[in-house]
């Protein structure tokens, strides 16, 4: 087979694989540095077998949160290996010490406009839970409306309630921001690291958790998923809170306890909650059989992992991702490294 002379330019060039299509800004970057850059060309998660087969030689690996990379796919990708690109804030699906043991580079893509967008979304579920948007959502379209009603799906304000954020990094401090400066809440937050410029400029309380549980009308979580959070809400955090109090989460889906949470929603423990990621995803449920699933309460509004999905936050995410690979193929520290 003859070769194009693009194609023959692209020989020699470092090999970049994307595991999926992603929103164009990133690619463009890798090509216009004249990488050899392939796609998995199917809109799926890549089956296994053929990651390890496509990773095959390859400079940089940009995979999604939904690939599993560790050792393995290391191994099936060689000693050219230098660069895992996460095209995600979270990386707890790349395996960071068998990375460091072969000398790989891992980064991700925390880029400003995501934290912005995650924030939006983080207050589209508080909205929608405070003000019932997807039951009075269904109920209108149930055509169930009759006329107005003093006592017709009465919800909550935000205005004037406490929001504990658990996790101040760049999207809890994009959160606190709105819940401040546009919707009158008092922010309390838990972090490892206290914050006193925060403090100061939001009239933030820093609180330990416990603490911070038991006085916050709503409670949002933005913090990484590693084995100290698995499970960091279960059923004594539930104890802890406010039987009036939601729980938001946008982070990961196993920093809740799935089954301490359908017990929490079952005997009102908790007022509901605003789930954008899952313990079981993709199943928005762990048991498939069980009668009390999360989708089956009216008080819980469900998203399926698309707090980051808009056009500027995607697309900022790929030109990061780009940029990542471009930085330590050229021999540089990536913008963004992964870091826990
Ligand atoms: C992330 O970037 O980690 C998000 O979960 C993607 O939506």
């Given at each position: 087979?003859?070769?194009?002379?693009?194609?023959?330019?692209?020989?020699?060039?470092?090999?970049?694989?994307?595991?999926?299509?992603?929103?164009?800004?990133?690619i463009?970057?890798?090509?216009?540095?004249?990488?050899?850059?392939?796609?998995?060309?199917?809109?799926?998660?890549?089956?296994?077998?053929?990651?390890?087969?496509?990773?095959?030689?390859?400079?940089?690996?940009?995979?999604?949160l939904?690939?599993?990379?560790?050792?393995?796919?290391?191994?099936?990708?060689?000693?050219?290996?230098?660069?895992?690109?996460?095209?995600?804030?979270?990386?707890?699906?790349?395996?960071?010490?068998a990375?460091k043991?072969?000398?790989?580079?891992?980064?991700?893509?925390?880029?400003?406009?995501?934290?912005?967008?995650?924030?939006?979304?983080?207050?589209?579920?508080?909205?929608?839970?405070?003000?019932?948007?997807?039951?009075?959502?269904?109920?209108?379209?149930?055509?169930?409306?009759?006329?107005?009603?003093?006592?017709?799906?009465?919800?909550?304000?935000?205005?004037?309630?406490?929001?504990?954020?658990?996790?101040?990094?760049?999207?809890?401090?994009?959160?606190?921001?709105?819940?401040?400066?546009?919707?009158?809440?008092?922010?309390?937050y838990?972090?490892?690291?206290?914050?006193?410029?925060?403090?100061?400029?939001?009239?933030?309380?820093?609180?330990?958790?416990?603490?911070?549980?038991?006085?916050?009308?709503?409670?949002?979580?933005?913090?990484?998923?590693?084995?100290?959070?698995?499970?960091?809400?279960?059923?004594?955090?539930?104890?802890?809170?406010?039987?009036?109090?939601?729980?938001?989460?946008?982070?990961?889906?196993?920093?809740?306890?799935?089954?301490?949470?359908?017990?929490?929603?079952r005997?009102?423990?908790?007022?509901?909650?605003?789930?954008?990621?899952?313990?079981?995803?993709?199943?928005?449920d762990?048991?498939?059989?069980?009668?009390?699933?999360?989708?089956?309460?009216?008080?819980?509004?469900?998203?399926?992992?698309?707090?980051?999905?808009?056009?500027?936050?995607?697309?900022?995410?790929?030109?990061?991702?780009?940029?990542?690979?471009?930085?330590?193929?050229?021999?540089?520290?990536?913008?963004?490294?992964?870091?826990v």
């Amino acid at each position: 087979m003859r070769l194009a002379i693009s194609d023959m330019q692209a020989k020699g060039m470092p090999k970049i694989f994307i595991t999926r299509q992603i929103p164009d800004a990133g690619i463009k970057l890798l090509k216009k540095a004249g990488y050899n850059v392939s796609i998995y060309p199917k809109d799926e998660i890549i089956p296994r077998k053929e990651l390890r087969r496509a990773v095959k030689g390859v400079d940089a690996l940009l995979p999604l949160l939904t690939d599993r990379i560790d050792g393995e796919v290391m191994d099936a990708a060689g000693k050219k290996l230098k660069i895992i690109a996460n095209y995600a804030v979270g990386f707890d699906n790349v395996d960071l010490e068998a990375a460091k043991k072969r000398g790989i580079i891992v980064a991700n893509t925390p880029a400003p406009e995501v934290s912005e967008t995650v924030a939006e979304h983080t207050f589209a579920l508080m909205i929608a839970l405070a003000h019932r948007i997807a039951e009075s959502d269904a109920y209108a379209r149930a055509g169930k409306y009759q006329g107005w009603g003093p006592l017709l799906l009465l919800g909550v304000d935000l205005y004037g309630k406490t929001l504990g954020i658990v996790g101040l990094g760049r999207i809890g401090a994009a959160v606190a921001k709105r819940a401040v400066k546009g919707f009158g809440m008092q922010v309390v937050y838990s972090d490892p690291r206290k914050n006193p410029d925060f403090e100061k400029e939001f009239n933030a309380r820093y609180l330990p958790l416990a603490k911070l549980l038991a006085v916050s009308d709503f409670v949002s979580l933005h913090v990484p998923l590693l084995p100290s959070t698995r499970h960091l809400i279960s059923t004594a955090e539930f104890a802890l809170m406010k039987k009036t109090a939601y729980l938001v989460n946008t982070a990961r889906g196993p920093i809740v306890d799935e089954k301490a949470l359908l017990r929490a929603l079952r005997t009102g423990r908790v007022a509901g909650a605003g789930l954008d990621v899952f313990e079981c995803e993709p199943a928005i449920d762990c048991d498939l059989t069980d009668k009390l699933a999360l989708k089956k309460f009216a008080n819980v509004v469900l998203t399926p992992h698309t707090a980051s999905a808009t056009i500027e936050a995607r697309q900022a995410m790929s030109k990061l991702a780009a940029e990542n690979i471009i930085a330590v193929l050229s021999g540089k520290k990536p913008l963004t490294p992964a870091k826990v």
